[in-house]
């Protein structure tokens, strides 16, 4: 793929909880090598925008296109595009009964992307990776929050994905770990992988980030580079928000 | 005590009268076992069924057909369900009553073990499903590899009470002529007008069974539980 084509294009997208608006009209491309953070007051929207990208939450109207298919499309195999598109969530969400090693297997094991031995080899490189090599045989209750975290990147990643939607991924972490969490994702960015980063990490989309984009009332209010968006917000509503947060 | 040792020869040693008790025996545990089967095995399907429909809204009809199935199950004694089944269901063919007795507590056990799993599946947050899901797992591997097992753990204790509860429901399938463990002692009992010996000892079997059970699953729980912080 070349640099600059675009990954992921949202168009007018909608998404309606019974009587409630919640996505009024997203449009936004995401080009490969990107990092986007997205941020926004709570309620705006912004993690069912997220969710949507892998139709965790199903969009009432517009499109989403991803690699050239409009996954939006009833005849699409969503799990296989899924499989392109890492997550990670707010909970962490590992599987409790199963030790870090398996977590990380799991999928491409059983996806049969990788025989056993691939995918052992490739849990322990990305245990390697986030730094948690000791851990490999230990169970999930057995980690702080932070290496749980670590661990769902890893696991994320052991699928090759061509993006990674990060869903407020140290928003459930003590202060002390929010850093190792943030530090990987830093290093994530460096190594060229596509992200999407709905935080409250100010500091992380301003370093990190190539883009920034606020959303508010379930619509795109502002999106620019991360040095103009923080240094001259021309939206009201964020300057409001800016000014509360920074 | 001459005369207690007369009665214990009388009950069970003459005419080799245990043996009453040991083919009844035979007979109540190939029921229990065959009824297990069928109620986890159709319990799981409905559990299934039911959650499916509550979390994505497939399988309308389905769901339908298994809330019908629950109401009538659950809202009817096991014992005329039971002679439903013989006289009615497989009133003209010929059936060995052992497998009418399998098929009627393993219908009724479904009932039961499905609202169990259910409950089971539905204690489980719904992130591990996105989780599951969002890895490109379809919904059915996500349930199998990553749900089940967590659910299963959970529901062990509630599970392990049905099937206590089963073991003991057999004890109405003499009413339709099966000579399970309660059906001996009482052929012993009608024999030597002895009602004490026979009836006690009956319990004390069943009492036995219900507490390898019990042993057994507490054994379960605690290996499964290796993964709890210690």
């Known amino acids: 793929m070349s640099v600059n084509e675009v990954l992921i ?238 | 005590m001459t005369d207690f040792r007369e009665k214990i020869y009388q009950n069970f040693i003459d005419d080799d009268r245990y043996m009453y008790l040991v083919k009844g025996l035979g007979n109540t545990l190939i029921i229990t076992m065959f009824a297990l089967l069928i109620g986890v095995v159709l319990g799981f399907l409905i559990a299934v069924v039911r959650t499916t429909y509550d979390r994505i809204g497939k399988l309308k009809l389905l769901n339908a057909v298994c809330k019908v199935y629950l109401t009538v199950i659950r809202g009817t004694p096991v014992m005329i369900q039971l002679l439903i089944i013989f006289y009615v269901v497989f009133g003209s063919a010929r059936i060995d009553k052992l497998v009418v007795a399998s098929l009627a507590f393993g219908l009724n056990s479904a009932a039961y073990v499905a609202e169990i799993i259910r409950s089971g599946i539905m204690s489980i947050d719904n992130g591990q499903m996105e989780a599951g899901r969002s890895l490109g797992m379809s919904y059915g591997m996500t349930m199998i590899y990553i749900i089940a097992p967590q659910a299963f753990k959970n529901i062990l204790p509630a599970l392990a009470n049905e099937f206590i509860v089963l073991i003991k429901e057999t004890s109405v399938s003499g009413y339709i002529g099966t000579m399970d463990l309660t059906r001996g002692g009482d052929i012993i009992r009608s024999t030597t007008y002895e009602a004490f010996l026979p009836l006690i000892a009956v319990a004390l079997i069943y009492l036995a069974l219900v507490m390898m059970l019990t042993a057994g699953v507490s054994r379960l729980e605690r290996r499964l539980r290796s993964n709890e912080r210690k």
């Open chain 1, 9 to 246: 294009k949202v168009d007018d997208l909608q998404k309606k909880f019974g009587d409630l608006n919640v996505l009024n009209g997203i449009n936004t491309e995401i080009k490969k090598g990107e990092v986007v953070a997205i941020i926004g007051p709570s309620g705006c929207g912004k993690s069912t925008f997220l969710r949507s990208l892998n139709l965790l939450e199903n969009p009432t109207g517009g499109t989403i296109t991803f690699e050239g298919v409009d996954i939006t499309d009833k005849n699409v195999n969503v799990d296989q595009m899924r499989q392109k598109i890492g997550m990670v969530f707010q909970q962490f969400n590992l599987f409790p009964h199963m030790t870090i090693k398996k977590n990380i297997m799991l999928a491409p094991l059983k996806l049969k992307l990788m025989n056993e031995e691939e995918a052992g080899r490739r849990a322990d490189e990305l245990l390697e990776r986030v730094g948690l090599p000791d851990k490999a045989n230990e169970y999930p209750d057995m980690l702080s929050g932070g290496q749980k975290q670590r661990i769902a990147i890893a696991r994320a990643l052991a699928m090759n994905p061509d993006v990674m939607l990060f869903d407020e991924p140290t928003s459930a972490l003590d202060p002390e770990m929010v850093g190792e969490v943030l530090e990987l994702m830093k290093e994530l960015a460096k190594s060229g992988m596509t992200m999407v980063v709905v935080t409250h990490e100010m500091g992380f989309a301003r370093e990190v980030a190539t883009r920034v984009l606020f959303i508010d009332e379930g619509k795109i209010q502002e999106e620019n580079s991360p040095k103009e968006f923080f240094a001259n917000p021309k939206n009201e509503r964020l300057r409001e928000f800016l000014s509360k947060v920074l």
